[in-house]
């Protein structure tokens, strides 16, 4: 349960002469720097669900563990149908069940009665179905052909002894569950989850609840992004709000580095005069400035505190969660051992126009309704309530386009991120 070496000091260095950064560049970044930050453990499958794989998981059994019966039925060996009208078998006494083998071997000319997921009996390879077929307590007929082997399942046809079931930094699903106890898997070592902690920063802000005075809003970024790193399973710390303080701000970035693997800030991130948190970190830590060709976002400082990766998102909400999602959320996900991973995406008929400029790359809240990509009325990055109304983004590319209803735009689900 060691954990892993810290990352390196230049981790979010740039390389010499960059001063804009694409957002392919900024993620090819990212993908590099990362490392995983937390020790491993052994977990119960009961609790696997979500975590991330810190081996690759090998099956050492087959499954189904021998050949069995799809349905229920009468077993025999299958040559006996392969090319006759009308098959009759003497039938054995006794049945074949799940969980209580027959044991005797099968002749030729004989069936048995099976029930489904019973180990076939030697000499059975095929199972007709009880519906088709005619029985008294000596015999059986049904009607051909039937070939050889139907209504069975093979050993190993699901999983071979030695196969690779999932790959380290694999984020498990439940579905993964019943795979890894197909074969007899109880535990599996997992990564302990990344603590992550959220901050917010800000002297107009305050919290939801508390009566605000003029000039005051409520701190909008610090719910949201708290509840999407959980969704995520994350171990979340709420770091609270810093005042646009230098002071109140290093203490806070200290007690994370005790406390978190990662830290997501909000606000302050930019080069202006209460820009404490960029500040802080060209002073006290190693600072850079990301200024990726991307709108909504301006620019992310990105840092290390004491060995914390800082991500110093803007104080925006709607540019905060572009960037947590197309930025940070890759980058933590590497952090706590998972495999880099880029959101699928659809390319669906827009419902709507737009004319774009060259330059950035453009994330505009949207959802899809009948097959297509609505965007919200409003690209105003203050209308938070477009993040509500929007299920995913639509990515128009860096060039310059004309988007006219029925082309084709990239839409990203939330999910995918
Ligand atoms: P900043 O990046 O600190 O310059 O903030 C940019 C804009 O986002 C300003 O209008 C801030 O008031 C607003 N803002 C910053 N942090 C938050 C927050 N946590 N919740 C809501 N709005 C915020
Ligand atoms: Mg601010």
Redesign the pocket.
């Known amino acids: 349960m060691i954990a892993p070496p810290p990352l390196r000091d230049d981790c979010f260095a740039l390389p010499p002469g960059v001063d804009w950064l694409s957002v392919e560049f900024a993620l090819e970044l990212l993908r590099n720097a990362m490392r995983p930050k937390v020790a491993t453990m052994c977990v119960d499958l009961g609790v696997a669900t979500g975590r991330i794989l810190a081996e690759d998981i090998t099956a050492s059994e087959n499954s189904p563990p021998h050949a069995n019966s799809a349905i229920d039925g009468y077993g025999y060996l299958g040559v006996q149908s392969e090319d006759r009208d009308v098959i009759c078998l003497s039938l054995m006494q006794g049945r074949a069940a799940a969980g209580h083998p027959f044991g005797t071997p099968v002749p030729e000319g004989y069936a048995v009665k099976v029930l489904t997921g019973a180990i076939l009996p030697e000499g059975v390879d095929t199972v007709v179905m009880q519906e088709d077929v005619s029985a008294d307590s000596h015999e059986i007929a049904f009607r051909g052909p039937l070939k050889a082997g139907k209504n069975t399942r093979s050993v190993g046809e699901d999983i071979q002894t030695g196969q690779v079931l999932f790959g380290k930094g694999r984020k498990i699903r439940t579905s993964d569950l019943a795979v890894l106890a197909s074969v007899g898997i109880s535990q599996v070592t997992v990564y302990q989850p990344l603590r992550v902690g959220i901050l917010?920063?800000?002297d107009?802000?305050i919290e939801p609840g508390e009566q605000a005075q003029v000039g005051q809003?409520?701190?909008?970024?610090?719910p949201m992004l708290i509840g999407q790193m959980m969704q995520l399973g994350y171990d979340v710390l709420d770091m609270g709000?810093a005042d646009?303080d230098a002071q109140s701000l290093r203490f806070i970035l200290n007690s994370a580095a005790d406390r978190c693997d990662a830290l997501i800030t909000?606000?302050?991130?930019?080069a202006?005069e209460?820009?404490h948190m960029s500040a802080l970190l060209r002073d006290s830590g190693s600072l850079e400035m990301w200024r990726i060709a991307v709108k909504p976002g301006?620019p992310m400082a990105m840092g290390l505190w004491s060995g914390l990766p800082v991500f110093g998102l803007?104080?925006?909400?709607v540019?905060?969660m572009v960037c947590a999602l197309v930025f940070t959320q890759p980058a933590l996900r590497t952090l706590a051992g998972g495999t880099w991973k880029m959101p699928q995406s659809f390319d669906v008929a827009a419902a709507f126009e737009k004319s774009k400029k060259p330059g950035r790359r453009e994330y505009l809240r949207a959802r899809i309704r009948k097959g297509c990509a609505e965007v919200f009325r409003s690209e105003g990055s203050?209308r938070?309530t477009g993040l509500s109304w929007a299920e995913g983004l639509v990515e128009l590319a860096e060039p310059a386009h004309d988007v006219k209803i029925g082309d084709k735009v990239r839409y990203i689900p939330f999910s995918e991120f």
């Open positions: 917010s920063t800000g107009e802000l809003i409520y701190d909008a970024n610090r709000r646009d909000t606000g302050g991130a930019s202006g209460e820009d301006r803007p104080g925006n909400p540019a905060a203050g938070i």
